[in-house]
């Protein structure tokens, strides 16, 4: 079974601060890779999502991560943000084919304007 | 497009009542269905998963059961509340491909608003 772990649980910073976010893996085969964000009183939902190819993958609203397979990580970036990305971010992975979506405990990122 | 509804939004209960918490989809045939509880600082939890009506996979041992009477329709019921049943539950679809053996390849999930158990 794969693990996920996020490095951080509560980020805080100033609007047009540069975020990166750390997601580490634990599974030896072909894995599939998300990041999700609940914004406050909405939905999970997806932010990018890496399948195959190129592993700089780029989301809506100006995120992007990056899969480095030798370091089983997903780490999530955007180069300045903003007050509207607050909010709660999830790194998740499934093992290609598998029903199981395992998640992160999640890191809340609050930025300050 | 699909959508995926949940009801109630937020619901109290006292211990030892029962709870019936509703997942409809529309707009999609045939999904895989799935049950998550998100705890605070535990990230989502995976509950129960379905590949069909009648189909339930359980995850973790629990005071809690599911169904699914229709295609397009989970159920997370309980005969008596605990205290430690208390959570956010949220209730998420993916595209099931039967000639992949019940699964896509990719299993990128949609979830729904979610709702907030207080047990009292």
């Known amino acids: 079974a794969q693990s996920v772990s996020q490095h951080n649980h509560h980020v805080i910073l100033s609007e047009a601060a540069s975020l990166e976010l750390g997601c580490n893996y634990s599974y030896g085969g072909t894995v599939n890779l998300f990041w999700y964000v609940q914004y406050p009183g909405q939905h999970l939902q997806l932010l990018l999502k890496?399948?195959?190819?190129?592993?700089l993958v780029k989301g809506i609203k100006g995120f992007e991560a990056e899969f480095i397979k030798s370091k089983f990580s997903f780490n999530l970036r955007k180069p300045s943000v903003q007050w509207s990305d607050t909010a709660e971010y999830f790194c998740a992975v499934n093992a290609r084919r598998d029903y199981k979506l395992s998640f992160g405990a999640g890191t809340t990122v609050t930025v300050r304007a | 497009s699909q959508t995926i509804h949940q009801w109630p939004a937020t619901l109290v209960q006292p211990v030892g009542s029962p709870l019936s918490l509703e997942c409809t989809v529309e707009?999609?045939?045939?999904?895989?269905l799935y049950w998550y509880r998100q705890a605070a600082g535990r990230g989502l939890q995976l509950l129960f998963y379905s590949v069909g009506i009648g189909q339930i996979s359980s995850e973790v041992p629990q005071n809690l059961s599911a169904s699914r009477p229709q295609d397009r329709q989970f159920i997370l019921s309980s005969k008596k509340l605990l205290l430690s049943d208390s959570g956010f539950y949220l209730c998420?679809?993916?595209?099931?491909?039967?000639?992949?053996?019940?699964?896509?390849?990719?299993?990128?999930?949609?979830f729904g608003p979610g709702t907030r158990l207080t047990v009292l």
């Open positions: 890496y399948f195959s190819g190129d592993p």
């Open positions: 707009g999609t045939s045939n999904p895989n």
């Open positions: 998420a679809w993916s595209v099931r491909d039967v000639l992949a053996g019940g699964t896509s390849s990719y299993n990128e999930q949609f």
